[in-house]
């Protein structure tokens, strides 16, 4: 009886699935600068190079070395939804600063509860806080009052496992700031004065000169966000031509931001003579290159800053200004984003 053996062969395929994590400035003076796995639940996701291997039954009198065609069927990785934690681990931060954090895809508003449910901050001293989303990528945790200096804020995002919309959450992180001296300045649009205090305690008065009545600066309570050295200031990208009786571009020294939209406190030697005696910006606060150096070193991201007496109102979208012109009960009960 004439017998035909067979010879088993393995054919190994690789499914490659690799993913991983993922200033110029508009406003009232627009502005550039110097300077794990998923559990069971969730769907299957290849690792890495993971190797695909079926049998092949092929007769031994076959050559085994033409190539065998295998097609090999594989998933792609859905996408993946990463979270941000600010401030930053060991910060020192002002009595004004949020915890805030920020995400590299939109969060639906039918999914933000459940993100939220996955963040948390602890302090100590114990402070009442919440949530409210300023964008669909952006959520700020505000206490219900201004920090108590020395608290230490724990921030803990756990995104794992949990279904975003179309992406899977993929990390966990945790940060720990703390909060320094209470800085609280008040600018006062009608007097022309900044008025500086640390714990309160009044440690200098300043001569301002804030917006003109086309460019007011807006009212209410600004957040230090950053400082830069010099800024460069083009009216062009806020649609004033740097041509025209009104426009400009300069480069600005001891510049502290006080928005997104380009607010900020700098060194306004040009305006000298109109410091302390009448509203002459187009929206930030000028002051000497003494004093706005003295303001540059110092105040901390995250410090007071009050906007009195002006007619603008303040921009409740810009992240510097989201924060604390929001009565509490409002701010607990619903989102600024849609």
Request: aromatic fraction near 8%; charged fraction near 20%.
């Given at each position: 009886?004439?017998?035909?053996?067979?010879l088993?062969?393995?054919?190994?395929?690789?499914?490659g699935?690799?993913f991983?994590?993922?200033?110029?400035v508009r406003g009232?003076?627009?502005?550039?600068?110097d300077?794990?796995?998923?559990?069971?639940?969730?769907?299957?996701?290849?690792?890495?190079?993971?190797?695909v291997?079926?049998p092949?039954?092929?007769?031994v009198?076959a050559?085994?070395?033409?190539?065998?065609d295998l097609?090999?069927?594989?998933?792609a990785?859905?996408?993946v939804?990463?979270?941000?934690l600010?401030?930053?681990?060991?910060?020192v931060?002002?009595v004004?600063?949020?915890?805030?954090?920020t995400?590299?895809?939109?969060v639906a508003?039918a999914?933000?509860?459940?993100?939220?449910?996955?963040l948390?901050?602890t302090?100590?001293?114990?402070?009442?806080?919440?949530w409210?989303?300023?964008?669909?990528?952006?959520?700020h945790?505000?206490p219900a009052v201004y920090?108590?200096?020395?608290?230490?804020?724990d921030?803990r995002?756990d995104?794992?496992?949990l279904?975003?919309?179309?992406?899977?959450?993929?990390d966990?992180?945790?940060?720990?700031?703390?909060i320094?001296?209470a800085?609280?300045?008040?600018?006062?649009?009608?007097?022309h004065q900044?008025?500086?205090?640390e714990?309160g305690?009044?440690?200098?008065?300043?001569?301002?000169?804030?917006?003109?009545d086309?460019?007011?600066?807006a009212n209410?309570?600004?957040?230090a966000?950053e400082?830069?050295?010099?800024?460069?200031?083009?009216?062009a990208t806020?649609g004033?031509?740097r041509?025209?009786?009104?426009?400009y571009?300069?480069?600005?020294?001891?510049?502290?931001?006080l928005?997104?939209?380009?607010t900020?406190?700098?060194?306004?030697?040009?305006?000298?003579?109109?410091q302390?005696?009448r509203?002459?910006?187009?929206?930030c606060?000028?002051?000497?290159t003494a004093?706005?150096q003295?303001?540059?070193n110092?105040?901390?991201?995250?410090?007071v800053v009050d906007?009195?007496n002006?007619?603008a109102p303040?921009?409740?979208?810009?992240p510097?200004?989201?924060?604390?012109?929001?009565?509490?009960e409002?701010?607990?009960?619903a989102?600024t984003?849609a």
């Amino acid at each position: 009886m004439l017998r035909t053996r067979f010879l088993l062969l393995v054919v190994v395929g690789v499914a490659g699935a690799g993913f991983g994590a993922g200033r110029f400035v508009r406003g009232s003076e627009a502005a550039t600068q110097d300077r794990t796995a998923l559990p069971a639940a969730a769907p299957a996701r290849p690792a890495v190079d993971a190797p695909v291997v079926a049998p092949v039954v092929a007769p031994v009198d076959a050559p085994v070395d033409r190539p065998v065609d295998l097609p090999v069927t594989t998933t792609a990785p859905p996408p993946v939804i990463h979270a941000t934690l600010s401030p930053g681990d060991g910060d020192v931060v002002g009595v004004g600063m949020p915890a805030v954090v920020t995400f590299d895809r939109p969060v639906a508003k039918a999914d933000r509860p459940a993100v939220e449910a996955r963040l948390s901050v602890t302090a100590n001293p114990p402070a009442e806080g919440d949530w409210r989303w300023i964008t669909a990528t952006l959520v700020h945790w505000r206490p219900a009052v201004y920090w108590q200096p020395g608290t230490e804020v724990d921030v803990r995002s756990d995104l794992r496992g949990l279904q975003v919309g179309g992406a899977w959450g993929a990390d966990e992180r945790t940060v720990r700031f703390r909060i320094g001296d209470a800085h609280v300045t008040t600018v006062n649009v009608a007097s022309h004065q900044m008025t500086v205090t640390e714990n309160g305690r009044i440690v200098r008065v300043i001569p301002a000169s804030t917006g003109r009545d086309r460019y007011p600066t807006a009212n209410g309570v600004h957040l230090a966000l950053e400082k830069s050295r010099t800024v460069t200031m083009d009216s062009a990208t806020v649609g004033i031509p740097r041509n025209s009786p009104n426009g400009y571009y300069r480069t600005v020294a001891w510049a502290t931001r006080l928005s997104y939209s380009g607010t900020y406190v700098h060194a306004a030697p040009w305006s000298a003579g109109a410091q302390g005696e009448r509203n002459v910006s187009h929206g930030c606060i000028n002051v000497s290159t003494a004093d706005a150096q003295w303001f540059f070193n110092f105040t901390r991201r995250g410090d007071v800053v009050d906007v009195v007496n002006s007619p603008a109102p303040p921009k409740l979208a810009d992240p510097g200004m989201a924060d604390w012109n929001i009565p509490w009960e409002q701010w607990k009960a619903a989102d600024t984003a849609a």
